[in-house]
């Protein structure tokens, strides 16, 4: 028995003509953020940043791969970690969907960890993703752009999301970095967003927040409660995805 209020037709389309009054505000609100993102001033990049890729070190200017825009995810995957972050795995799969056109756009992108190039080309190839990943592991890159965290370095809270925070006790957080380079080589740090920043590149949300049910999380902060890597689903006898336990790290406000 649905515990919802059930309407009549009439009463549904002018409850819906109401909301979605308020659905085209939040539209026009969306564009003009995203004008003024496009907005912000720019920093130089002083550093020639050095990353070990997949056939040998690459530098930031590199990664651009022959584009003028670079999109850099910050992937939680620390130097001793032996798989990447759930949340993060969850983002990277609507990845290469997307950089098929983005690219023909005049955009590069790359994932970005701390994580020996070894272990995040084979974590790579058990997801089934196809976009380039290096590793900083040898670089200040993660601790420049403040996403990476070594025990020991977090006695006094973190710099994390533009502000000091609260030691996070997990050694890297996640995030987006984006970088424009001009004809002559030179690299302009634009943009980045961390904690929920990252939710406008995850399409999964956006299906989610039309059901009834929506994204079916608990009031604590925690990303999903359902959510798992996409090869460890466990399937019911209704052919539902189900996932026992909560093996993302917790989410922060914006």
């Not at 130097?79 to 969907?97: Q, T």
């Not at 006790?169 to 987006?176: A, F, S, T, Y």
């Not at 059901?211 to 990303?223: I, L, S, T, Y």
Request: some cysteine; charged content about 30%.
């Amino acid at each position: 028995m649905t515990m919802h209020d059930v309407v009549s037709e009439e009463q549904w389309i002018a409850a819906r003509r109401a909301l979605l009054a308020e659905e085209k505000a939040w539209t026009h609100e969306r564009d003009r953020l995203s004008e003024k993102r496009r907005a912000l001033p720019w920093v130089k990049v002083q550093k020639t940043y050095e990353f070990a890729g997949a056939k040998g070190p690459v530098t930031l200017g590199d990664l651009f791969d022959g584009r003028s825009q670079l999109i850099v995810y910050h992937f939680m995957f620390g130097p001793g970690w032996e798989e990447g972050c759930p949340g993060c795995s969850l983002l990277c799969d609507h990845v290469d969907g997307a950089r098929q056109h983005f690219e023909h756009n005049d955009v590069s992108f790359v994932a970005v960890s701390r994580g020996p190039i070894e272990k995040l080309a084979a974590y790579r190839k058990r997801m089934g993703w196809t976009f380039r990943w290096v590793s900083s592991e040898a670089s200040d890159f993660n601790f420049d752009y403040h996403v990476s965290f070594p025990e020991g370095t977090r006695k006094n809270g973190v710099f994390y999301n533009f502000e000091r925070q609260p030691d996070p006790e997990v050694d890297e957080l996640p995030g987006v970095s984006v970088f424009h380079k001009d004809n002559d080589g030179t690299i302009y740090h634009t943009y980045s967003s961390y904690a929920r920043g990252g939710e406008m590149h995850l399409g999964v949300y956006g299906w989610l927040d039309i059901v009834p049910k929506g994204r079916n999380e608990k009031q604590d902060g925690a990303m999903t409660d359902w959510m798992k890597r996409h090869d460890r689903y466990e399937t019911d006898g209704r052919g539902d995805h189900a996932a026992a336990g909560r093996d993302a790290p917790a989410g922060s406000d914006r």
